[in-house]
């Protein structure tokens, strides 16, 4: 399913395919213009989508895995409100790091979701020891309340940036390009091996931290690297597209219906629903009111919400 | 092998264990009990490193308990708690399947055979085999803490650790459950909140109170009832298991109300004897129905002809109790030959209460000592059946010494009526199908012994021999005029 799934967002690029195809095989009929906007515009963005969707959505589950709660998503311990903190700094003082160029606005971002992650593990390490999730779930909360306020403290002495910040914060793959791809590349790589190779461990964590700990899994040791990974994805998932909120909430849960709780096929699953999800929310985003573009946050809980209320009934249905 | 010396640990200023030391040996079975709040979790968690040791040391196959990596605890020791978190969505399969994780490389974990067939094996020594595909959302409580068993043998350690092991078991799982390990050759260390259970599987036991060690050793030499009052604050009596030589323990919640008048009544009937008493009396017997050690409240004598003869004379009786209304768990019976119109009654009320009531018919009188001179096979009705009653409390001792005061007091009075064994031409000293049913109320005056020189051992003698004595009259009387 995932595949086909796969195979019909990436051509329906309202391009006809022949074109997409054609510019694949360097098929000389094919217009410039068309082949020029398959490789540079669209392709870029579709190839993103399915990053973020894919990064958001196996963070998602390793967050649900270690917390033990299936109410929370990659955003529960503040490293997302960081990196929006970061991007809406550079846009309130209009930074532009001569360094970092056009680059200025996710790196930036990108450092303060790290620099947020880093805070939040050592406060969590003062004040216990072995770091239980429901201290770190609390200095998220903490996190995400400070920074939030931040925000919208922001937001409301900005000027004309206001439009901007606002559109940032529900979130867009749209003109980013190729050079966005590569810089989210390297951490969504890390990431994502960082989760994968810990697919046992998180089966274990499901079980309770001490459950695991009875079976020889290295809880501190394996919980640090997850959070982590899954922690790198998100912030550099946030600092590249922006707060796109509900797929790492739900593409978790829905995977779970189709296939089960055993991360051995929960991760690669969700890893594929969630960057195909992804590229669909965005099809939608931009040719439901063309040619405007509707900020894909928005698509993602409209569709979101009733595709996994269907799948709830469907599974309810099935128990009794 | 596990050490543990001068454990102390306290959650803040609370002090939950103090100076505990103890040694479990490979291969045991070792038990810990102790009141709620003895600090026997605690202890556990210990064990199973889910608390860091704060004073004294523990040695796990001689190396010190921290000293351990994750992986290689794992493989030694695994750990069962008292109640199995689960996960919503995995197999009991799946479930188990984890305890194969220390035994896996971190880098390239491989699924090998081997595990497939621990696993496989595991399932089947919890008889889950039928469920291994199945969500632990689905099974009772019971079943997961199987399924955890399971995946704690799939770690195939060398000990195991159980918190109350048994507690969402019905008795038969337990049991089930308890017998796999005690067969598995395992060294057990297992919290138990039965003492019984705990006695009957353990080795050794660790009792634990307020934070300390208070003794260590079999069952049978801890659980005393002192020991058991002591550490417990319970009253608690000890018996002996029927079948396996371990020692029981009963609780005594509270104690039944003294009678003093009409304690024992006959009442009258055509083809029985029946005594009944107002409350039910400890009885050791050799009755028929209901012999060995039983309460009972009514005492019956049943008069049968001659040539009765049953296969199951015990069930033919049960039925017939039933058919004449008596309650059967609460009746102690006996059959004879003799009319029962020619029973004899003696009783005494000075200094001790007792009732003797006698049947006695010589005709099938046997010499014990020269018994093995006898031919016969085949037993028949005649006999002396001879029920005592004592208003009293008699320890078990006094059961058996009033047993043996109340048979050396028939045997005089055969002699001293010359009742001969017609096979041996000896003086007889009994028949050879007598029963005696020394029933005591267990209230009162306390009897330690109940042998002939006793108070209570001189009267039942007396009153014993007059019964038998008259019985024979009696007999002998009815026969003469039937010849």
């Given at each position: 399913m995932a595949a086909i799934l796969l195979g019909i967002s990436i051509g329906s690029q309202s391009i006809p395919f022949s074109s997409i195809w054609g510019t694949f095989i360097h098929t000389p009929t094919v217009p410039a213009t068309d082949s020029q906007i398959i490789v540079s515009i669209r392709l870029p963005r579709v190839v993103l989508a399915f990053f973020i969707g894919a990064a958001l959505a196996v963070a998602g589950v390793a967050f649900q895995g270690l917390l033990k709660n299936v109410l929370a998503d990659p955003y529960t311990i503040g490293v997302s409100s960081g990196a929006a903190v970061g991007a809406v700094i550079v846009f309130f003082f209009h930074l532009y790091l001569p360094l970092l160029g056009r680059f200025t606005l996710p790196i930036v971002s990108i450092i303060f979701a790290l620099v947020t992650l880093l805070f939040v593990l050592l406060f969590a390490r003062l004040a216990e020891r072995n770091m239980a999730m429901e201290t770190i779930v609390l200095i998220g909360i903490i996190m995400n309340a400070f920074f939030g306020s931040l925000i919208s403290l922001m937001v409301a002495l900005s000027g004309e940036e206001l439009r901007q910040v606002i559109g940032w914060l529900m979130g867009s793959v749209a003109m980013r390009g190729w050079s966005y791809v590569s810089l989210f590349f390297p951490f969504f790589l890390i990431g994502s091996i960082g989760l994968f190779v810990h697919i046992r461990e998180l089966n274990a964590f499901s079980f309770g931290e001490q459950a695991a700990a009875n079976i020889g899994v290295h809880v501190l040791q394996r919980k640090l690297f997850i959070l982590l990974s899954a922690s790198l994805l998100t912030g550099a998932a946030v600092a590249v597209s922006g707060t796109i909120g509900f797929v790492g909430l739900v593409t978790p849960h829905m995977t779970r219906l189709i296939c089960g709780a055993n991360h051995r096929r929960l991760l690669p699953l969700s890893f594929l629903y969630g960057g195909t999800f992804l590229v669909l929310a965005d099809l939608v985003a931009r040719t439901m009111i063309a040619p405007r573009e509707l900020p894909i946050g928005v698509i993602t809980s409209f569709i979101g919400a009733p595709l996994f209320a269907i799948l709830l009934f469907k599974s309810l249905r099935r128990k009794t | 092998m596990i050490n543990v010396k001068h454990v102390s640990y306290q959650y803040g200023e609370k002090k939950v264990l103090e100076d505990v030391s103890f040694t479990v040996y490979e291969g045991e079975f070792f038990g810990i009990l102790g009141p709620n709040g003895s600090g026997k979790t605690t202890l556990m968690k210990l064990m199973s490193r889910e608390l860091p040791l704060q004073q004294g040391v523990m040695f796990v196959y001689g190396q010190p308990i921290e000293t351990y990596k994750p992986r290689q605890y794992a493989k030694l020791v695994a750990t069962l708690p008292q109640h199995t978190d689960i996960s919503f969505g995995y197999t009991v399969k799946e479930m188990v399947e984890l305890g194969r994780y220390p035994y896996q490389s971190s880098l390239l974990p491989r699924w090998t055979n081997e595990d497939e067939q621990t696993v496989t094996e595991a399932i089947h020594s919890v008889t889950l085999a039928h469920k291994q595909h199945v969500r632990l959302e689905q099974l009772s409580g019971g079943e997961r803490q199987r399924a955890a068993l399971a995946r704690s043998l799939a770690q195939q350690p060398r000990v195991l650790l159980l918190d109350e092991?048994?507690?969402?078991?019905d008795v038969a799982q337990q049991f089930k459950l308890l017998n796999l390990l005690k067969q598995s050759g395992l060294t057990v260390v297992a919290i138990f909140h039965d003492i019984n259970i705990a006695s009957l599987y353990c080795d050794r036991l660790l009792l634990l109170k307020d934070g300390k060690a208070v003794a260590c050793g079999t069952p049978r030499e801890l659980l005393s009832e002192s020991m058991i009052e002591c550490v417990f604050e319970t009253k608690m009596k000890r018996h002996e298991h029927p079948v396996l030589p371990k020692p029981l323990v009963t609780f005594v919640p509270f104690s039944t109300p003294h009678i003093d008048e009409g304690l024992w009544h006959v009442k009258e009937h055509e083809t029985m004897l029946v005594v009944e008493t107002a409350k039910p009396f400890k009885v050791l017997s050799s009755a028929l129905v209901g012999g060995g050690v039983r309460w009972a409240t009514t005492f019956v004598n049943r008069h049968v002809s001659l040539d009765y003869r049953c296969d199951d004379a015990e069930q033919e009786m049960i039925q017939f109790l039933k058919q004449h209304g008596f309650r059967e768990q609460w009746t102690v019976g006996m059959m004879t030959?003799?009319?029962?119109?020619d029973v004899a009654f003696s009783s005494i009320d000075e200094d001790v209460r007792l009732f003797v009531a006698v049947t006695a018919g010589v005709g099938n009188a046997v010499d014990s000592a020269n018994a093995w001179r006898r031919t016969d096979v085949v037993a028949s009705p005649g006999t002396i059946n001879t029920f005592v009653f004592i208003d009293g409390h008699l320890s078990e001792a006094a059961f058996v010494q009033a047993l043996i005061t109340a048979t050396e007091a028939k045997a005089k009075a055969l002699y001293d009526k010359q009742v001969v064994d017609p096979q041996t031409n000896t003086i007889a000293t009994g028949t050879s199908t007598d029963s005696v049913a020394i029933a005591a109320s267990q209230q009162g005056t306390c009897y330690a012994y109940a042998g002939t020189i006793t108070p209570i051992g001189k009267q039942l003698a007396r009153a014993v021999y007059e019964a038998t004595q008259t019985a024979i009259d009696s007999y002998r009387k009815r026969k003469g005029e039937q010849r």
């Open positions: - | 092991p048994t507690n969402h078991m030959a003799v009319d029962v119109k």
